[in-house]
């Protein structure tokens, strides 16, 4: 019921926005986070919504060049990502949970959701 979309390859510096649409989930009262997985490594909490206050969380990795923002007419939670780096090379999942996940949690990416959607490649070459 999560669908990613809008990953891809860019340049060290370039922009990309993913997108992570909901089938059957009206995002009035979730906590929609991102999270990616780079090869040889776990699965690391990039960035949170909490849909019903708005309340935001991100990573200190990509503080202040991460975006997450909300379409509610689409149903659709995005990631705009500006100033990309190599190290931001990794699988993009987005996840939405209606029981009790908080963006506190974002640092424990091994807490359970709802919803997961199947992921989106983004590569960031130097």
């Known amino acids: 019921q999560l669908v990613e979309s809008g990953g891809g390859s860019v340049q060290s510096g370039g922009s990309l926005r993913l997108s992570c649409t909901t089938s059957?989930?009206?995002?009035?009262?979730?906590?929609v986070s991102w999270f990616r997985q780079a090869p040889g490594k776990g699965r690391e909490g990039v960035a949170c919504?909490?849909?019903?206050?708005?309340?935001?969380r991100y990573a200190d990795s990509v503080k202040g060049r991460f975006t997450v923002t909300k379409d509610d007419a689409k149903n659709t939670v995005y990631l705009q990502m500006n100033s990309l780096k190599p190290e931001d090379t990794a699988s993009y999942y987005c996840?939405?949970?209606?029981?009790?996940?908080?963006?506190?949690?974002?640092?424990?990416?091994?807490?359970?959701?709802?919803?997961w959607g199947q992921g989106t490649q983004v590569t960031v070459s130097s």
């Open positions: 996840a939405a949970d209606r029981g009790g996940r908080i963006c506190a949690e974002l640092r424990v990416p091994t807490l359970p959701y709802d919803y």
């Open positions: 919504l909490q849909t019903n206050d708005m309340v935001t």
């Open positions: 059957g989930i009206v995002l009035d009262d979730w906590t």
